[in-house]
């Protein structure tokens, strides 16, 4: 069964920087996209950034020249480092993943089970 797991979420400072990690397990073969979503309170969940498996990347207007995503295909890892943090950013972080190719099938639209991150003005 696959899985994702975050990591790096927390409290920061206005201005500060965080970077996020989400790792995948689970007899995979290959990822396709790899992204960042967030959900704010009382907001939809957005986008922030992806990267597919060419390394070609997209990122949301809001975030684009303080936020960088990454890939890791050995370790089936994606990063994502976010500089000059703002307080509106205040987010509940998921990681997703579609499709992920695996030994025994593929699993398409996965998702983590999420990391805070707290933005303090």
């Known amino acids: 069964q696959v899985q994702l797991v975050e990591s790096g979420g927390g409290l920061v400072q206005a201005g500060g920087s965080l970077r996020l990690s989400c790792t995948a397990s689970?007899?995979?073969?290959?990822?396709?996209?790899m992204g960042w979503y967030r959900q704010a309170p009382g907001h939809q969940r957005e986008l922030v950034a992806r990267?597919?498996?060419?390394?070609?990347?997209n990122y949301a207007d809001s975030v684009k020249g303080r936020f960088a995503i990454s890939r890791d295909n050995t370790e089936n890892t994606v990063n994502m480092q976010r500089n000059s943090l703002k307080p509106e950013e205040t987010a509940v972080y998921y990681c997703?993943?579609?499709?992920?190719?695996?030994?025994?099938?593929?699993?398409?639209?996965?998702w983590g089970q999420g990391t805070q991150v707290t933005v303090s003005s």
């Open positions: 997703n993943e579609d499709p992920i190719f695996t030994g025994w099938g593929t699993k398409y639209d996965t």
């Open positions: 689970g007899s995979i073969v290959r990822i396709n996209v």
């Open positions: 990267i597919n498996s060419g390394g070609t990347t």
